[in-house]
């Protein structure tokens, strides 16, 4: 609704409201001085907007077809919208023609159309297929698109987390994009954003890094380790990398944001190109045992396991964990860490950006501002407190008390043996 069409339902709202009151007053000075004075005492009243007025009334409440046939409770009807201002019937022939519409379609139908225009923009199959996945629990519960914010929201109780954020970022692309293709009703707006959990990710620390890369292992775990550790390649743009993709000392990725060209270290290029043996360059790099390339996430992930395994490293092992490695222990400026790690909002570059427990600890001996302060006087990082100050009781008082315990001489009970620690 534009804001003229607001302007003018608003205005023709403040003369109903005025012309409820009329009425509400003729009832009120007809019951007062009778039926036999009604002409001389009544006010004249708009029988276009009385019309009006009774339309929106009969559709939000059960009365009679005309004002006349009223009794004490068209009163009070007449003194709750005048009062009040507002209209809820759709009956109005002024108003009908604003009230907004609600407009919805099958869910099977939106769902579809919306990921082929993700397939036909050139989204990722990794991304069409995550908001297939999606979108299909949330067809199993909707026939239609709801109208609804308290629809969604009861759907989305079924989840926590990552998960819920997830979930309601794709249902609102799903939604922003039928309101603008074919106007569908978008109760997303009228919705706030489900909060995401602060947790801490893995990732490894430098000497975790170190047990990792000096164990033994074979040339292709140690090539797909090192592009994801050193590169800080996503899995799928390992597996769709290509002998034609290593450059001198550049290495063209092609990631879900599009293609980006990254620096290559000498060590990394060399440990790629020792897998070619014989392969074209428009073959993939890594290949299984059984003379198939690795495409699956399960195989890679395979690969991660045992490597963190053999290293002694106990936490959560999946390429991830080494992409995000790759930007903690960056040592560099965030734009050029945005561009590493592909990504096209620097917020999401900033969100791996989780210095480990012992860098804190040493950054935080470098910079406090309290450190000038201690080193200028020393005597402050000395206990001031003696145990009196700990246990303030009068000198006197304990005196008392131990002359007086009657039980002073005694040996104490040993504690039970659980209660040692």
């Known amino acids: 609704m534009n804001d003229a069409m607001e302007q003018a339902q608003t205005k023709h709202w403040e003369e109903l409201s005025t012309t409820a009151g009329q009425l509400l007053s003729n009832i009120q000075k007809t019951e007062k001085m009778g039926l036999i004075n009604q002409s001389i005492v009544v006010d004249p009243v708009n029988p276009f907007l009385a019309n009006c007025l009774l339309e929106h009334v009969k559709g939000e409440f059960d009365i009679p077809d005309s004002w006349d046939d009223m009794d004490g409770e068209g009163s009070h009807i007449l003194s709750l919208v005048s009062a009040r201002r507002t209209f809820e019937g759709t009956n109005c022939r002024v108003c009908k023609g604003w009230k907004p519409q609600v407009k919805t379609m099958p869910v099977i139908d939106a769902i579809k159309e919306f990921l082929d225009m993700h397939k036909a923009n050139g989204s990722s199959p990794q991304t069409i297929a995550h908001y297939d996945t999606l979108l299909n629990q949330f067809a199993k519960q909707f026939p239609s698109l709801p109208t609804q914010p308290q629809e969604i929201e009861k759907f989305l109780m079924n989840y926590q987390g990552y998960t819920k954020a997830d979930y309601f970022g794709v249902i609102g692309a799903l939604y922003k994009f039928h309101n603008k293709r074919h106007e569908v009703t978008n109760p997303i707006d009228k919705m706030e954003r489900p909060k995401s959990p602060n947790k801490m990710q893995d990732s490894l620390e430098p000497e975790e890094l170190q047990r990792l890369f000096t164990q033994d292992m074979t040339p292709r775990n140690r090539a797909i380790l090192l592009v994801m550790g050193g590169c800080g390649l996503r899995y799928g743009e390992v597996k769709n990398l290509k002998f034609k993709d290593v450059g001198d000392n550049w290495l063209n990725v092609d990631g879900k944001t599009g293609g980006r060209k990254l620096p290559l270290l000498p060590e990394i290029k060399a440990s790629l190109l020792a897998l070619k043996d014989g392969h074209k360059d428009d073959d993939p790099i890594f290949w299984s045992r059984l003379g198939k390339p690795l495409t699956s996430e399960v195989q890679f992930r395979e690969i991660v396991i045992q490597a963190f395994d053999k290293a002694g490293i106990t936490k959560k092992a999946c390429p991830h964990t080494l992409r995000r490695s790759f930007a903690t222990n960056w040592d560099g ?72 315990n009657p039980h002073r001489n005694e040996k104490r009970a040993k504690p039970p043996h659980s209660y040692n620690r």
């Open 333 to 404: 400026d965030t734009r050029t860490l945005q561009i590493m790690m592909g990504h096209s909002n620097l917020n999401t570059t900033q969100q791996y950006i989780n210095l480990a427990p012992k860098q804190l600890i040493e950054r935080n001996g470098q910079h406090n501002p309290l450190l000038a302060i201690f080193s200028s006087q020393p005597s402050l990082l000395q206990p001031q407190l003696s145990l009196s100050d700990l246990n303030p009781v009068n000198h006197d008082d304990k005196l008392d008390c131990i002359n007086h």
